[in-house]
């Protein structure tokens, strides 16, 4: 399996961190918020990955280069203006290849074991759920026999962690577009898949929830 990580956004809520610094190359407990999926996804056996890049796309390259140190493969899916999710995702399909692939949000912690994902029920995607943050209560999505649903009884958060068949994306326009839609249409057919998670999980949108994933892995 391959792996895509986001990386080409501009991180408004965590300014002026970066407005040098690319969101992804943010460091908590002294090591960058992509180094620790590159080596999760190492230590899952994943080791042909895929960054997008747009916001100080240079910086990026430069740190995590072809990858060697971390023991994977990077090739780099350079957007000059960023496409959003979808379009990221979409814009990098030629270098993703025919198989279904693992997407994961660059400005998240988690200590997932990220070998134990798959798709589930002959889903075109499956999407790990956490229990919802304080700045996410009303949830996302529910779950309901290991299909992801878009209303239920017990809503849960996406926590930014996919796998997704390529034919999941099919007769998608290039161009800048969100997931979320996208993920919608598909649960109302039936087509995705997930399960929920309840170990550590960060998204870091905000400078307050970076010191809090410091004090968590320092203490």
């Known amino acids: 399996m391959k792996a895509m990580i986001l990386a080409a956004g501009r991180g408004e809520r965590l300014r002026p961190l970066t407005d040098e610094t690319p969101k992804p190359l943010i460091e908590v407990a002294g090591k960058s918020l992509i180094e620790y999926h590159l080596q999760n996804l190492a230590a899952a056996g994943i080791h042909d990955i895929i960054?997008?890049?747009?916001?100080?796309?240079?910086?990026?390259?430069?740190?995590?280069?072809?990858?060697s140190d971390y023991g994977?493969?990077?090739?780099?899916?350079?957007?000059?203006?960023?496409?959003?999710?979808?379009?990221?995702?979409?814009?990098?399909?030629p270098l993703l290849g025919e198989e279904p692939f693992m997407?994961?949000?660059?400005?998240?912690?988690?200590?997932?074991?990220?070998?134990?994902?798959?798709?589930?029920?002959?889903?075109?995607?499956?999407?790990?759920?956490?229990?919802?943050?304080?700045?996410?209560?009303?949830?996302d999505f529910a779950l309901e026999h290991g299909l992801i649903k878009n209303t239920g009884d017990s809503m849960y958060t996406f926590s930014g962690i996919g796998?997704?068949?390529?034919?999941?994306?099919?007769?998608?326009?290039?161009g800048s577009s969100a997931l979320a839609p996208l993920i919608r249409n598909k649960t109302d057919l039936g087509l995705v898949s997930g399960q929920l998670y309840e170990g550590?999980?960060?998204?870091?949108?905000?400078?307050?929830?970076?010191?809090?994933?410091?004090?968590?892995?320092?203490?």
């Open 103 to 139: 997407v994961i949000n660059g400005d998240i912690w988690c200590d997932l074991d990220l070998s134990t994902l798959k798709i589930k029920n002959n889903a075109l995607a499956h999407l790990v759920l956490v229990n919802n943050p304080e700045h996410n209560a009303k949830g």
């Open 72 to 93: 994977v493969s990077i090739q780099y899916s350079d957007e000059g203006t960023a496409l959003e999710t979808a379009g990221g995702i979409i814009n990098a399909l």
């Open 163 to 174: 796998i997704y068949s390529p034919e999941f994306f099919a007769q998608q326009k290039h």
């Open 51 to 67: 960054i997008n890049t747009a916001w100080l796309a240079e910086k990026i390259h430069q740190q995590l280069g072809d990858g």
């Open 200 to 219: 550590s999980w960060t998204d870091v949108g905000t400078t307050g929830r970076l010191q809090e994933l410091e004090t968590q892995l320092t203490r």
